[in-house]
């Protein structure tokens, strides 16, 4: 069975996302509560969605030159990150790479450089 990718995974999301956002908008008992589920159900999805994106864009790493040295580099691990957004605290990871030739290990995506906090 392949991997599924980001994308994937959040169509999957989204699906289930339509099922109880319906959910909670029926039991809603008020306009209040209604618009309390709206704004709740678009910022999970809107972090889901980030974290997909980030992720995603994240893994392209090869044929990446060492920004340091030019040098051809390899995969080497992952790292954790933390985003603030308008939709609030994204979780994700990025591909982190070494080069062959200096040891510089680095993530070749800047994506996630304004991070709170390396997990």
């Known amino acids: 069975m392949a991997k599924k990718d980001k994308w994937e995974e959040l169509e999957e999301y989204l699906n289930s996302w339509l099922a ?28 889901r969605m980030f974290r997909a994106a980030l992720e995603s864009k ?13 040098g051809e580099t390899k995969r080497n691990g992952r790292d954790g990150r933390k985003l603030v957004t308008l939709v609030g605290e994204v ?6 790479v070494r080069c062959k030739e200096c040891g510089e290990d680095f993530s070749p995506s800047r994506l996630g450089d304004r991070a709170l906090t390396e997990g």
């Open 58 to 70: 994240g893994e392209q790493v090869e044929g990446r030159e060492c920004h340091a040295c030019g």
């Open 20 to 47: 109880q956002a319906k959910g909670c908008l029926e039991e809603a008992e008020d306009i209040n509560e209604m618009e309390r589920a709206i704004l709740e159900m678009t910022r999970k999805l809107g972090r």
């Open 91 to 96: 979780e994700f990871e990025r591909q982190r």
